[in-house]
């Protein structure tokens, strides 16, 4: 590998909600811990899919690392810089698009095209050039006729490629995408799929769909107890997964 | 109203003018009409009105549908006002007094209130709450307030969807609305759940727009260009205006 530039780096990463729901009898009132003594790393070029159960704590790590949530111990670094501090990552999260689970919580204007240019304007782009930019990343996913629709009007497929869009917007470095294509029909799931097999930048998606994930990915991990298992260790669980859907009745892409 | 904004999405004159324009006309306008005292000038207004909206194409139907809540108000002032004000007596309803300054007035009520409602729904609500907000934005109305309503404009669909999902969780286990305790319970329940998931989104929201580099100054995109056809509105309109209550006061004079 020429480029390794590492982009994401969690180093022995434990985190409990303060509020846990879980606090329950059968944990004998202690925390339970979401992420326990976590690492994790994504370099420059790396196209890793996860796959693992709900509740597991995916999405907590994904917080984590756009630094939403304070880890209770352990190191955040991105772009080689260890952050701690708010003003910190503020610096540094538009270079990592993540795009939440809820396009509903991702998309908060009525609006399409000004959902897409909310980020670029932020970035200090001119209004022409946001709006250039903005039309640009709709044509690019073939979404251009959307340009001028009311969001809450959109159906689900069409909202989670136009929230996939404003995180492309901000020309992010890396992209964390949430289950991307939970509840979506097999049209618009393809259609992710090839936008995501044509770029050219590091990412990290979420999702329950085996096939898809092994289609766009060059390694699939897991998480269990907190903790993210690398794909040699996880070789066993995938033909675990293939072999389950195997059973049901399914489509391939 | 707000569930379709049908008015919002046709095709006409009013709709091809540039909403800042609309609402500033809208705004003056009523003001005009409500300020004035002069009844030829009133009701030439409300002709005038009606030449809006059906500039705006918006059917009779429409209009009835939107003024009947005006009507139930305007019933009680006729029932209420013309029994209670002084003036000449001009006839008398089981030992009720009708005066005509009451008549007069509560006719002036009924066509100013009507005037200024179809004012308002020729230009404004002949475009949807999104865009009504941006030009809002655009007419320096404090940001704060456009964002919102222009938040509460996108969120107010998602949370009565929420709404509707846990009301039907609650109809599927049997739950019929009764006027007894367990069903003001179910009602306070589901409104706490409501506003708990409300919150809970408000928190994803923000948190989603801080990844987007938000850092407390809000920036949307300029849509509105002021265009020649838009300017040529406002003057002639304001034209009309000002020419036809001269000619009232001229008329009156002489
Ligand atoms: N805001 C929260 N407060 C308390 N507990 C939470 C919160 N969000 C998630 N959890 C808990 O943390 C665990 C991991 O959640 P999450 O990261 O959302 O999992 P996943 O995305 O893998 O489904 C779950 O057990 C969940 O109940
Ligand atoms: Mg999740």
Known sequence: MVDKKNIIKLKNISFSYPDSYQKGPSLNGTDVKVLNDLSFELNANDKIGMIAPNGSGKTTLLHIIMGLCQPDCGVVELFGEKLTKEKEF???RPKIGLMFQDSDDQLFNPYVIDDIAFGPL???????????????????????????????????????LVALATVLAMKPEALLLDEPTAGLDMEVKTRIEGI???????????????????????????????????????????????HKYGHDPHTHV | MIENEELAFKDSLIHKINPCIRILLAVLLSFWVALSTDFKFISGCFVLAFVFVFLASITPNDIFKRLKPLFVFLLMIWILLPLTFEG????TVFSFDISRQ???YCAMITIKSITIILFFMSFVATMTIGVMGHAMQKLNVPQKFVFLL??????????????????????????????????????????????????MRAKRVHQAMICRGFNGQFHTIDKFSLDKLSIIFFIIVLLFMTIYQWLIVKVLIF
């Open chain 2, 102 to 104: 009451g008549i007069e």
């Open chain 1, 90 to 92: 503020a610096l540094y």
């Open chain 1, 122 to 160: 932020n970035l200090g782009f001119s209004q022409k050039e946001a709006l250039i930019i903005a039309r640009e990343i709709l044509s690019d996913l073939g979404i251009e006729d959307l340009e001028n629709s009311i969001v809450h009007k959109l159906s689900g497929g069409q909202k989670r």
């Open chain 1, 196 to 242: 995501l097999k044509n770029l050219d930048i590091a990412f990290l998606v979420v999702a329950h769909d085996f096939n898809f994930l092994k289609s766009i990915s060059s390694r699939i991990i897991s998480m269990t107890e907190g903790k993210v298992l690398m794909d040699d260790q996880i070789h066993i669980h995938q033909h675990e997964h293939i």
């Open chain 2, 88 to 91: 000449d007596m001009v006839f």
């Open chain 2, 150 to 199: 222009l938040m509460t404009y996108r969120y107010i669909f998602v949370i009565g969807e929420e709404y509707q999902k846990l009301f039907r969780a609650a109809k599927i286990r049997g739950f019929v609305s009764k006027t007894n305790i367990h069903s003001y319970k179910t009602y306070a329940y589901l409104a706490g759940m409501l506003f708990v998931r409300a919150s």
